[in-house]
């Protein structure tokens, strides 16, 4: 068969075109360079046993899909649904969320309106953290009496929440 383009050599190139026109097109080899350039350089180098035992690395363990473990989703299902199961899903995909998280919110962390009743419960933790990074500063100041003021109130604030923080 003889190349379609110059019609002059050994067609011994064949190309597909299967989404445009399902044809086949045969060319020699210089005109499907010409058409189709393959710019990708092979090294005919030979390699020693020493560089290929040094780049050589043995292959990767797949470790299975992290999963929520009360609902059993997947961090794959909850991409494509967008919904988390349960609410132990947030814990559990706690580090893959600031990635999606960012580029949709202003910020990580609510800054918004809340119940009224929700207000003061976090008002409350936000100081106790407040506190607890205070008295973190002390003792690396080694201000302990300060650190130990500091503990106090922090535990006299837990104690307004119920122990639970």
Known sequence: MLCEHCQQRE????????????????YCEICANQLYPFTAQIKKEPISIQQLLTNWQAPKERTSPKTCETCGMTYAQFTHTGRFGCPKCYATFASQLPKILRPIQADLQHVGHMPSAMKNEYSIKKKIEELRNKMQ?????????????????????????????
């Open 11 to 26: 067609a011994v190139i064949t190309i597909s075109q299967k989404y445009q026109s399902g044809q086949d097109h045969h």
């Open 137 to 165: 500063t002390a003792v690396q100041e080694e201000r302990f009496e300060d650190a130990a003021t500091l503990r106090d109130e922090a535990r006299e604030l837990e104690s307004q929440l119920g122990g639970d923080y």
